[in-house]
């Protein structure tokens, strides 16, 4: 086999090879979008399904809007329970501020468990349930919700919800503080400058 023939037979075959005609995936960049963003707490996404990359977003996002808790003057749909007609009661909103009520399927959740709940923890009173099954039997719902708002799991995502937020406000003091001093080491710089040449001119230089 003659050299140029060698030649010929070595570029055909290295450029037909599999692992340079195999084209690299494009990684899709991943952005939060404000419809991400849903009101009814029992159809919303379960914040582990989100991408790892607008998490934190998702989260400041829902905590910034508090949880959805109906108006004055909303009707709660009654369901027959234990013999008796029963429903969400409104007034629980002042009791326990860290409730939400669901109006496509009748059930209350938590809504700090909702955002910082960790799915295969502990979970001796509910928190997987209050943050994605919801509570929709009424009689003994007080009951459940005062367990609930003492347990561990629950104090710890309050903590941590509270936590995550005071960390994101004191960021931005940091940078509105360090702005502030930026801005005064500039005034500074630029008084000592014009000092400079108000001297040089009453010198005539």
């Not at 669901?102 to 943050?131: H, I, M, P, R, T």
């Not at 509105?176 to 014009?194: A, G, T």
Request: with cysteine; glycine share 4%.
């Amino acid at each position: 086999m003659s050299k140029r023939t060698l030649l010929t037979y070595f570029s055909s075959s290295s450029s037909s090879t599999p692992l340079e005609n195999a084209r690299q995936p494009k990684t899709q960049r991943v952005e939060f979008c404000a419809s991400d963003i849903i009101s009814d707490p029992g159809t919303r996404k379960p914040i582990d399904e989100y991408p790892f990359e607008i998490r934190d977003q998702v989260k400041r996002a829902y905590a910034l809007r508090g949880p959805t808790q109906q108006s004055v003057g909303f009707t709660f749909p009654r369901t027959w329970q234990s013999g008796e007609w029963r429903s969400f009661q409104r007034h629980w909103f002042d009791t326990y501020d860290w409730l939400e009520y669901s109006e496509s399927k009748d059930v209350a959740f938590c809504f700090y468990c909702y955002l910082f709940f960790e799915s295969g923890k502990s979970d001796k009173w509910g928190s997987n349930v209050f943050a994605k099954v919801g509570i929709g039997k009424w009689k003994k719902a007080l009951e459940k919700f005062d367990k609930h708002g003492s347990s561990h799991s629950h104090c710890n995502t309050r903590l941590k919800c509270e936590d995550f937020m005071n960390q994101r406000t004191s960021v931005s003091q940091k940078f509105v503080k360090h702005s502030k001093e930026e801005e005064i080491r500039y005034k500074i710089r630029l008084s000592s400058s014009l000092d400079v040449a108000r001297f040089l001119i009453m010198q005539g230089l």
